[in-house]
Structures are given as structure tokens and as C-alpha cells.
């Protein structure tokens, strides 16, 4: 049997993480969780080790601060690398991913390097309006500049392939924001790998509030605009 790794990042997310751990080992017994938490000031860590004594299938990866999403996201791929799981599955702890929906994006992972949960095409954006409308304007812009057959840049609902996770790790990325997603997709993509998306619903998170920083939505566009402006210098055109 393929072995599936599910990760998720935690930062004050001690109202949602419970239900994450049970809805994922629901969905998907035989996979194993990772979640990696930057010393949660609300008590997250302490939370995921009083789970992790009745869960053997739950990792704890506790840093000593706040590190960012980017080197957590690197750090499970290097895991997952290191354990030669066959899959890893990404996704947020709040809510707003539906754990019932990773069977759909592992299924689509058997005919493709990488997979990625999409509100477009089919999915559907249920958070609120300022949510949507900034995913709306990134997504456009990166379907715009950098064309891959993808409706989804952004969300980080995901399935890499052993063949994905190297071809991430090996590659020169940049930003350690919210931009690096973009990034990822764009490095795929360079690497001619084999790309699908899955319709998923995108909720708004349950407890908490978002965490992503105003000064990040300007930085985004900016690695966008690198990226294309790379694209050019290939000599690849994008079909805007």
C-alpha cells in the first residue's frame, strides 16, 4: 500500500487543530499526520502532545518561534523525503480545507506528479468577500503571467509525488511568505512534471482569525512579476 504522510502548520490554532487531527485520521486511517508548530503562544503544542498520547499516527515537530509557513512547508517535505512516504498531502489547520476531500486529491495523485485542491473549475470559495476577492486577483494574475493549465495557484491543498517533493527541495526559491506557493507551482511546471487539480470547498476558518499580513500581498505580486519576468528571459512567452 502507497504510504501517505498529512501535514499541516500550526500558529495559535489550539480552537481548530482537534477537529483537524480526528477529520484527517478519519479520512485517510492509514496515513500518518505531521503537524508543525511554532510555539503557539494559546497552547497549540500542548494540545497536539495531550492528542499525540492517544494518536501514534500523530508527529510533533515543536520550533523554538515563529518560523514562518515556507520553511515549515520545506521542513515536511524533508520529512516526508527522509521516510520515503509516497505521498505527501499539505494543507491548512483551520478549516477551511474539508479533510473528507483527501481521498479525491490522492485518487487524481495516482496519474500525476502533483495535485491541487481548486476553488475554480468547478470548486467552490466560501469564505468571506475580502477572502475571495484576494484570491480571486492572485489567481488571476498568475493565470495570466504564468500560464500551467491550472485554474489554482494559491491554496496549499496539495499532493506532491516523491518526483515533486525533490523537484521543490532542489529548487531556488525565494520567498518565505505566502508567495512561496507560487513559487512551488511555477518550479513544477519548469520541471515539466505532470500537474492536475481537484475541485475542492474552501470554507472560512472556524476559530481564529487569518494570518496572512497586508505587506505579504504586496511581496506576492512582486515574486510574480519575477517569475514572469524569468519566463520571459527563457524565451517563454506567456499567453496573456
Same mark, same amino acid.
Given at each position: 500500500?502507497?504510504?501517505?504522510?498529512?501535514?499541516?502548520?500550526?500558529?495559535?490554532?489550539?480552537?481548530?487543530?482537534? #477537529?483537524?487531527? &480526528?477529520?484527517?485520521?478519519?479520512?485517510?486511517?492509514?496515513?500518518?499526520?505531521?503537524?508543525?508548530?511554532?510555539?503557539?503562544?494559546?497552547?497549540?503544542?500542548?494540545?497536539?502532545?495531550?492528542?499525540?498520547?492517544? #494518536?501514534?499516527?500523530?508527529?510533533?515537530?515543536?520550533?523554538?518561534?515563529?518560523?514562518?509557513?515556507?520553511?515549515?512547508?520545506?521542513?515536511?517535505?524533508?520529512?516526508?523525503?527522509?521516510?520515503?512516504?509516497?505521498?505527501?498531502?499539505?494543507?491548512?489547520?483551520?478549516?477551511?480545507?474539508?479533510?473528507?476531500?483527501?481521498?479525491?486529491?490522492?485518487?487524481? #495523485?495516482?496519474?500525476?506528479?502533483?495535485?491541487?485542491?481548486? &476553488?475554480?473549475?468547478?470548486?467552490?470559495?466560501?469564505?468571506?468577500?475580502?477572502?475571495?476577492?484576494?484570491?480571486?486577483?492572485?489567481?488571476?494574475?498568475?493565470?495570466?503571467?504564468?500560464?500551467?493549465?491550472?485554474?489554482?495557484?494559491?491554496?496549499?491543498?496539495?499532493?506532491?509525488?516523491?518526483?515533486?517533493?525533490?523537484?521543490?527541495?532542489?529548487?531556488?526559491?525565494?520567498?518565505?511568505?505566502? #508567495?512561496?506557493?507560487?513559487?512551488?507551482?511555477?518550479?513544477?511546471?519548469?520541471?515539466?512534471?505532470?500537474?492536475?487539480?481537484?475541485?475542492?470547498?474552501?470554507?472560512?476558518?472556524?476559530?481564529?482569525?487569518?494570518?496572512?499580513?497586508?505587506?505579504?500581498?504586496?511581496?506576492?505580486?512582486?515574486?510574480?512579476?519575477?517569475?514572469? &519576468?524569468?519566463?520571459?528571459?527563457?524565451?517563454? &512567452?506567456?499567453?496573456?
Amino acid at each position: 500500500m502507497p504510504r501517505s504522510l498529512i501535514f499541516t502548520a500550526t500558529f495559535n490554532e489550539r480552537g481548530n487543530v482537534e #477537529a483537524w487531527v &480526528r477529520g484527517s485520521h478519519r479520512a485517510c486511517p492509514d496515513a500518518d499526520l505531521l503537524v508543525i508548530d511554532d510555539s503557539s503562544p494559546d497552547g497549540t503544542g500542548s494540545l497536539l502532545e495531550e492528542i499525540a498520547q492517544e #494518536a501514534p499516527y500523530l508527529c510533533l515537530i515543536h520550533r523554538s518561534e515563529k518560523q514562518g509557513l515556507a520553511s515549515a512547508h520545506l521542513l515536511a517535505m524533508r520529512f516526508a523525503q527522509d521516510n520515503s512516504y509516497d505521498f505527501l498531502i499539505t494543507m491548512d489547520a483551520d478549516g477551511s480545507h474539508q479533510a473528507w476531500q483527501i481521498p479525491e486529491l490522492l485518487r487524481a #495523485a495516482r496519474d500525476a506528479d502533483f495535485v491541487i485542491g481548486t &476553488r475554480y473549475r468547478g470548486g467552490h470559495h466560501r469564505a468571506g468577500a475580502g477572502r475571495r476577492l484576494l484570491s480571486w486577483g492572485a489567481n488571476s494574475a498568475a493565470r495570466a503571467l504564468l500560464p500551467t493549465g491550472l485554474s489554482e495557484y494559491t491554496t496549499s491543498f496539495r499532493v506532491f509525488s516523491p518526483t515533486a517533493l525533490d523537484v521543490v527541495l532542489n529548487a531556488s526559491l525565494r520567498d518565505e511568505g505566502y #508567495a512561496f506557493f507560487l513559487e512551488v507551482v511555477e518550479a513544477i511546471h519548469q520541471a515539466g512534471l505532470t500537474v492536475t487539480e481537484v475541485p475542492i470547498e474552501f470554507l472560512d476558518r472556524v476559530y481564529g482569525s487569518s494570518k496572512i499580513p497586508r505587506a505579504q500581498i504586496m511581496t506576492s505580486m512582486g515574486v510574480l512579476i519575477t517569475l514572469w &519576468r524569468q519566463r520571459l528571459s527563457n524565451g517563454k &512567452r506567456p499567453a496573456i
